[in-house]
Every structure is written in structure tokens, then in C-alpha cells.
């Protein structure tokens, strides 16, 4: 059976990260290896929460399993409470990253333009660093810009614009021509203006192709939307599907689920309706 390490955290409210990525994994017919970063009682964009960081026993997971002899055909890695963790990811990679398996880094940061409350300047130089190991990088727009030094409030006040997705696609290009390794880079989270509409849209970049697929835009931001789609990208690469078909897959299991929590009026802290659409996935 594959495996995917999966180097996240446990929150217990909030439908993200590890919450988000087992149920997929599993469905997928993949199994789950988790490593956790970190154990709240809900993601931190709850008033309250408590967070117990698990810095000190990612080793652990890694000597451990290196003990274990066991192998991984992928590993992610999302959320990390500080820049001390992406020293235990590089560890975590120089143990069991290999040329035939697969990388896939979010580089949690931050969303909407804002950096989240565990941020640093220390944090952005490690993820510069991790994003050179990287076979697939899943940033949103938020992270992408923060990646390649540029103003958040710049890169959207062109999103009226025909050649808006093109830009984005350039920062993209300059970003892959920066790292030793063959990548596909794939934005999520790229709101679009078109005739007075809003869209949202993602967009994967890779040496000789790039796609782009878009959606009606809710008007709310979700948590956990990421972990999901970046959960459904690895999957259906290590699965053998292309970089086209995994975006399609990935977003096919989202649009739905955003779409009915949006209307059930779910507050955008608890997640999304994902639970049931994991069939599609199937
Ligand atoms: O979905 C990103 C994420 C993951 N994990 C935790 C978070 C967030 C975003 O806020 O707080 C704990």
C-alpha cells in the first residue's frame, strides 16, 4: 500500500490540516502517516485555543521510523508553529526524501494578505530554503507573494485586469527557475474581477504546461480549504494522475463543499462540508 507522511497539526476544531488531510489520504486508498507539528484544541483563528507544540518530539517521529526501516512515497508538510519546526521538516526530509518520491510543501504563512499570528522573518528564510526540496509547491497568494518578496496589496490591485492570471504565472516562472529541482507550483485563492463578477481561481505552473481552473467566488474564506486541496494534489499525484487531473479532482471535491457550508451559513472558523464529498474522491 502507498504512504504519505503527513507533517501537519492536530487541531481539534476547525476541519484543517491533519483533520483535513487523513479523511482524504484514507479515501484515496493511501495510508496516513502522521507527524505532528503541534495538538490545539481548534485552529488559531479561534478567539481562544490552546496549542501544545510539539517541536521537541518531531525527532522522535523521524529516528523512529528511520529505526522502522519504513519508506514513503510522498510527504507534505503544512502547518509548523515556528521556524524551529522547518528544521525538524529538513531532518524529516534528508532521512526519507528519495529521487522517486514526492515532496508537496504548503508554505502556511498566511492568508487574505495577512501573515498568521506565528509568522516570522525566520519563518520566510526557512520556507525559502524548504521550497528548494520541494517537487510541489502549494502556496496560496498570500504565501506566493510573501515567497517571491512582493506586496500583496500590488499583485491584487491588478486583478481587473485580462492578464492578471498571466502575472501571477511570471512570479511563478521566476520562482521555479530559482530552485535545482523540477517543480509545479499551483496558487490557490486567486480572486478575479470579471464583468463585475467574482471569481476564485487556482492555477498550476510547471516547465512545460500550466492550468488554470476557476470558480463562482462565495464571498468567504474557509478554513482548512487548503489542507483539503493540497491533501486531494498529493494524493492523486502519488496515485499517477497528472498535475491537469489532480487540480480537476481537487477542485471538484471542493466547489461543492464550499458552496453548501456557505449556504448553511457555517461560520468560516469551523471548515467546510467536506465530509460529504470524500466519495468523489473514491
Ligand atoms: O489551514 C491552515 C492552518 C492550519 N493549522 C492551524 C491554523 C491554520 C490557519 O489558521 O491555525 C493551527
Known amino acids: 500500500m502507498k504512504k504519505i507522511a503527513l507533517i501537519?497539526?492536530?487541531?481539534?476544531?476547525?476541519?484543517?490540516?491533519?483533520?483535513?488531510?487523513?479523511?482524504?489520504?484514507?479515501?484515496?486508498?493511501?495510508?496516513a502517516c502522521p507527524l505532528p507539528t503541534a495538538v490545539l484544541t481548534a485552529q488559531t483563528g479561534f478567539e481562544n485555543y490552546y496549542c501544545d507544540d510539539f517541536t521537541e518530539r518531531m525527532d522522535r517521529f523521524t529516528e523512529q521510523w528511520k529505526q522502522m526501516g519504513v519508506s514513503f512515497d510522498g510527504i507534505s508538510s503544512g502547518y509548523m508553529e515556528g521556524a524551529q519546526q522547518i528544521e525538524k521538516v529538513r531532518h524529516f526530509l534528508d532521512v526519507f526524501q528519495t529521487k522517486d518520491n514526492l515532496y508537496l510543501l504548503d508554505p502556511v504563512m498566511g492568508d487574505h494578505g495577512k501573515p498568521y499570528a506565528m509568522y516570522?522573518?525566520?519563518?520566510?528564510?526557512?520556507?525559502?530554503?524548504?521550497?528548494?526540496?520541494?517537487?510541489?509547491?502549494?502556496?496560496?497568494?498570500t504565501e506566493l507573494c510573501l515567497l517571491a518578496d512582493m506586496e500583496y496589496e500590488e499583485m491584487v490591485s491588478h486583478c481587473n485586469e485580462p492578464d492578471y492570471?498571466?502575472?501571477?504565472?511570471?512570479?511563478?516562472?521566476?520562482?521555479?527557475?530559482?530552485?535545482?529541482?523540477?517543480?509545479?507550483?499551483?496558487?490557490?485563492?486567486?480572486?478575479?474581477?470579471?464583468d463585475g463578477k467574482e471569481y476564485i481561481a487556482n492555477l498550476a505552473v510547471s516547465a512545460d504546461e500550466s492550468y488554470y481552473i476557476e470558480n463562482p467566488y462565495t464571498g468567504k474564506g474557509f478554513s482548512g480549504t487548503g489542507d483539503l486541496f493540497a491533501a486531494v494534489i498529493?494524493?492523486?499525484?502519488?496515485?499517477?494522475?497528472?498535475?491537469?487531473?489532480?487540480?480537476?479532482k481537487a477542485s471538484y471535491f471542493l466547489q461543492d463543499a464550499i458552496e453548501e457550508a456557505s449556504a448553511q451559513n457555517v461560520q468560516e472558523v469551523h471548515g467546510v462540508y467536506f465530509e460529504k464529498y470524500l466519495s468523489r474522491l473514491l
Request: charged share 20%; net charge positive; proline share 3%.
Open 8 to 31: 501537519n497539526d492536530l487541531s481539534g476544531f476547525g476541519k484543517c490540516s491533519l483533520t483535513a488531510a487523513i479523511p482524504v489520504i484514507s479515501v484515496m486508498g493511501i495510508q
Open 120 to 141: 516570522s522573518e525566520q519563518m520566510l528564510s526557512g520556507m525559502k530554503e524548504l521550497m528548494n526540496r520541494a517537487d510541489v509547491l502549494i502556496p496560496n497568494l
Open 165 to 194: 492570471v498571466k502575472k501571477v504565472e511570471d512570479v511563478c516562472r521566476v520562482l521555479m527557475q530559482k530552485s535545482p529541482k523540477n517543480q509545479t507550483i499551483i496558487v490557490t485563492g486567486i480572486l478575479r474581477k470579471k
Open 234 to 248: 498529493i494524493g492523486s499525484l502519488v496515485k499517477g494522475l497528472s498535475q491537469t487531473q489532480a487540480l480537476k
